[in-house]
């Protein structure tokens, strides 16, 4: 069964990649799971255009990554939420609000899908935060919630 990656799958591929895979194993899991759609010619072309987007806001090659590895990691960032008197926020900081932090305080455009954080966080402070650049670099910077007024 011929399919077309949606989502980043361990083994397989990256989004956009066309693979070959067991009738069962892309019926059963890959698709309705979401990882994947079947292979078309019209489904090929949106293809070529999703890897262009990807291209233009992916790390290009190891050393482009350890660069932005070292600007991430000489980096403060910090993010401003609503917060009542305890120090709580209202709701939780999400992945896309650090990568806009990042972006704001002078930092690279990064993807939001590849933040690993250390858990939900709901209340004011200073977290570490990864980000897997590259399969072989991960930069890691501190990010301090404080109340916004």
Known sequence: MKIIL???VSGLGAPGDIIEVKDGYGRNY???Q?????WTKGAEKQVTVIKRARSAREIRDLG???EVKQQLEG???NLKARAGD???????????EIVDAVKAAGGP?????????PGHIKSLG???????LHPEVTAKFDLNVTQSK
């Open 6 to 8: 949606t989502q980043e």
């Open 30 to 32: 890959l698709l309705p």
């Open 34 to 38: 979401g990882f994947a759609i079947a």
């Open 64 to 66: 482009h990554a350890n």
């Open 75 to 77: 980096l403060k960032v």
């Open 86 to 96: 305890g120090g709580r926020l209202f709701g939780s900081v999400t992945p896309a």
């Open 109 to 117: 455009a990064l993807d939001r899908r590849r933040l690993e954080l």
């Open 126 to 132: 200073s977290y570490p935060v990864r980000i897997k």
